[in-house]
């Protein structure tokens, strides 16, 4: 009977033991598991963000140069201030101030004192003219012109229309805001301004507050 009770009680603590390290076994496999789970969670996190970042900066460059269109975009410097990037950041009499291509249309701007009055306009759309343009009007006219700052006035206010037109919106008549209107002819990529058939070269730019389409001729209201 004595042997019969010690079996009995060694059993019961064997079968005790087994149970308690099974349990102890379960136990560090879902500390484990969880532990795993919170790893990965956490490298999800942490990589996920900037994969999503870079990939947003890589589309901004490529957007804004898909937008544009005219063989004339080609002499917009590749970067800096005066790059299409560059001028999308800033107002866009300050914008044309860095492009090389506008040198003398910022300096009409400037004796006209209408740069602070095209920055801060809400939403416009200018029409360019490069060097060359105003280097086609006679040396003495342009000189009179710059001189007389109510006639500059009254050309560069010509040249700027209420309103973002997108090249969809481009073609048509347009008040502008020296008041006047101004014909715009053509369709997709080819279009001509005025009554001169000045052509826009590069189209579409984008500024800070305005839209910008260079041309190769000076408007006369």
């Known amino acids: 009977m004595n ?9 019961a603590a064997l079968a005790l033991t087994a149970t308690l390290g099974l349990a102890a076994c379960s136990d560090d496999g879902d500390s484990n598991d ?5 790893s990965s969670m956490s490298s999800d996190m942490s990589t996920t963000p900037s994969d999503d970042m870079s990939s ?4 901004g460059s490529s957007d804004i140069a898909a937008q544009t269109f005219g063989s004339g975009c080609s002499a917009i410097p590749a970067d800096g201030a005066g790059s299409l990037d560059g001028m999308a950041t800033e107002p866009v009499a300050t914008a044309a101030s860095a492009n090389p291509l506008l040198t003398t249309l910022v300096t009409a701007v400037g004796e006209a004192e209408l740069v602070d009055t095209l920055n801060s306009a809400d939403g416009i759309t200018v029409f360019a003219p490069t060097d060359d343009a105003f280097g086609a009007v006679p040396k003495k006219d342009l000189n009179a012109l710059l001189a007389d700052k109510d006639a500059l006035t009254k050309v560069l206010t010509y040249h700027v229309v209420p309103g973002q037109l997108t090249p969809d919106q481009l073609a048509g008549t347009h008040k502008t805001l020296e008041g006047e209107d101004l014909v715009v002819e053509g369709s997709g990529e080819e279009f001509t301004v005025g009554a001169n058939k000045a052509a826009v070269i590069c189209g579409n730019v984008p500024t800070a507050n305005a839209t910008v389409y260079v041309i190769d001729g000076v408007l006369m209201p």
Request: proline letters at 0%.
């Open 3 to 11: 042997r019969s009770l010690r079996r009995t009680t060694g059993l």
């Open 34 to 38: 969880t532990a795993a789970d919170d």
């Open 56 to 59: 947003s900066d890589d589309m």
